[in-house]
């Protein structure tokens, strides 16, 4: 199976800061990754599927990047609605897995 | 507007059975991937189960053999039987909407399930 490695676990930032996430997977996973925003006691959101397209309705300035087995998901200017935990998902092939999340912090 | 709500969640004993089922509306379901995710408490989501648009499941090694997910078309409803419950599938169990090559694009709000004597 492939394990999805996120980091950091957690970081703190301030509004109008540039954010990124890693994600390493364990093996090739192609482009076949998305990225979830979830806000404590709510479900999760997709924000970016196929390592860089944006889902509809998800503001330009979160944006994917990477392919094979290094993805980074970058917030170009953190707004106080950004604040959050982000998990990876692959969907290369079953079993799916998430990565472990990074919680944003002010 | 799509639409996702489970329930059947509750507090269950070791070795237990639960079905969870989520009702969905706003699309065409018959045709469409559904999948659960959960959550336990404090931690990351963890896939559990999918089926495809075919009818074809999958499940996660930790749930195979005591989870089965199933769907009624003509009540656009989706169904998890857990069976042989442990405490470590205590958890919100989310039911979401799978389009391949995308994501789970639509969740519901969770159902809790808590596995304790």
């Known amino acids: 199976a492939i394990q999805m490695t996120q980091s950091p676990s957690s970081l703190s930032a301030s509004v109008g800061d540039r954010v990124t996430i890693s994600c390493r997977a364990s093996?090739?996973?192609?482009?076949?990754l998305g990225w979830y925003q979830q806000k404590p006691g709510k479900a999760p959101n997709l924000l970016i599927y196929s390592t860089s397209s944006l889902q509809s309705g998800v503001p330009s300035r979160f944006s994917g990047s990477g392919s094979d087995t290094d993805f980074t998901l970058t917030i170009s200017s953190l707004q106080p609605e950004d604040f959050a935990t982000y998990y990876c998902?692959?969907?290369?092939?079953?079993?799916?897995?998430f990565g472990g999340g990074t919680k944003v912090e002010i | 507007e799509v639409q996702l709500l489970e329930s059947g969640g509750g507090l269950v004993q070791p070795g237990g059975s639960l079905r969870l089922s989520c009702v969905t509306s706003g699309f065409i379901f018959s045709s469409s991937a559904m999948g659960w995710v959960r959550q336990a408490p404090g931690k990351g989501l963890e896939w559990v189960s999918t089926?495809?648009?075919?009818?074809?499941?999958k499940y996660a090694d930790s749930v195979k053999g005591r989870f089965t997910i199933s769907r009624d078309k003509s009540k656009s409803m989706l169904y998890l039987q857990m069976d042989s419950l442990r405490a470590e599938d205590t958890a919100l169990y989310y039911c979401?909407?799978?389009?391949?090559?995308?994501?789970?694009?639509?969740w519901g709000q969770g159902s809790l399930v808590t596995v304790s004597s």
């Open positions: 998902l692959h969907d290369a092939n079953y079993p799916l897995s």
């Open positions: 979401a909407r799978w389009i391949t090559d995308t994501g789970f694009d639509y």
């Open positions: 093996q090739d996973i192609r482009n076949e």
């Open positions: 089926v495809e648009g075919s009818g074809a499941t």
